[in-house]
């Protein structure tokens, strides 16, 4: 009987033991079951930052690209706008030009009848200063002459009211 006994204990025992075997079991495969969540998770983690990473990096590179084209773009409109700026320029620098050229041209008819006009005044005057000293001349000489007549007669007319010595004088 105590076979009995120890196989009906043995059968509760082995039968708890079972059970408590399934349970460690289940435990361990929860455990492991939890653990590859956990790892799946943490790779879920982990691809994600990388994503995220590439994401951002990629976005970068993207807007580095995009800045550029426009870069590009802004260029071409610039030195296009320059060119007809620059055109326009030309064109103005040509109309004043031409209009100075005009201005100048004008401005030397101006000076060159103002030199005439005045050199025909200065003309005048000359003119008109020799017949002055002309007529100052004539009227030097007409008074000179009187002058050397009245001399002349005085000394003649003297001489015969006394006898002209040249020591008489003294």
Same mark, same amino acid.
């Given at each position: 009987?105590?076979?009995?006994?120890?196989?009906?204990?043995?059968?509760?025992?082995?039968?708890?033991?079972?059970?408590?075997?399934?349970?460690?079991?289940?435990?361990?495969?929860?455990?492991?079951?939890?653990?590859?969540?956990e790892m799946l998770?943490?790779?879920?983690?982990?691809?994600?930052?990388?994503?995220?990473?590439?994401?951002?990096?990629?976005?970068?590179?993207?807007?580095?690209?995009?800045?550029?084209?426009?870069?590009?773009?802004?260029?071409?409109?610039?030195?296009?706008?320059?060119?007809?700026?620059?055109?326009?320029?030309?064109?103005?620098?040509?109309?004043?030009?031409? !209009?100075?050229? @005009?201005? +100048? #041209? $004008?401005?030397?008819?101006?000076?060159?009848? =103002? %030199?005439?006009?005045?050199?025909?005044?200065?003309?005048?005057?000359?003119?008109?200063?020799? !017949?002055?000293? @002309?007529? +100052? #001349? $004539?009227?030097?000489?007409?008074?000179?002459? =009187? %002058?050397?007549?009245?001399?002349?007669?005085?000394?003649?007319?003297?001489?015969?009211?006394?006898?002209?010595?040249?020591?008489?004088?003294?």
């Open positions: 009987m105590p076979d009995k006994r120890r196989r009906r204990a043995a059968a509760p025992m082995a039968a708890e033991d079972g059970l408590l075997l399934l349970q460690s079991q289940a435990l361990a495969e929860e455990e492991a079951a939890k653990r590859k969540g998770t943490r790779f879920l983690k982990d691809k994600l930052a990388k994503e995220e990473r590439n994401s951002t990096l990629n976005l970068h590179k993207l807007s580095t690209q995009w800045r550029a084209v426009l870069r590009e773009t802004k260029d071409e409109e610039l030195r296009q706008d320059i060119e007809i700026l620059s055109q326009t320029f030309a064109r103005v620098m040509d109309c004043k030009d031409g !209009s100075l050229a @005009t201005d +100048l #041209e $004008e401005a030397e008819e101006q000076h060159a009848r =103002a %030199l005439r006009s005045h050199l025909h005044n200065i003309d005048r005057l000359l003119q008109l200063q020799r !017949s002055r000293l @002309t007529c +100052l #001349e $004539e009227g030097y000489s007409a008074q000179l002459e =009187a %002058l050397k007549t009245e001399f002349e007669a005085e000394r003649y007319g003297g001489k015969t009211r006394q006898q002209w010595h040249p020591l008489a004088i003294l």
